[in-house]
């Protein structure tokens, strides 16, 4: 089992997958947006995915 900060990290993506996941299952969103959500949301996790200095 990964510790540390990989942990955390491993944690935080699949917290984003079922994010995702519920929204596009809850037809939270218009389907025709759900591209440019999930792009967002991926950049956004990997540009805040840095080690903690």
């Known amino acids: 089992m990964p510790s540390g900060f990989f942990a955390t ?3 935080a993506l ?3 997958m079922y994010t995702i996941a ?3 299952n809850g037809n939270i969103v218009e389907p025709e ?3 440019a959500l999930v ?3 991926v950049e956004q ?3 805040g995915a840095g ?3």
């Open 9 to 11: 990290e491993n944690a």
């Open 14 to 16: 699949i917290e984003l």
């Open 22 to 24: 519920s929204i596009i």
């Open 33 to 35: 947006l759900l591209d």
């Open 39 to 41: 792009e967002t949301a």
């Open 45 to 47: 996790f990997l540009r």
């Open 51 to 53: 080690p903690l200095v």
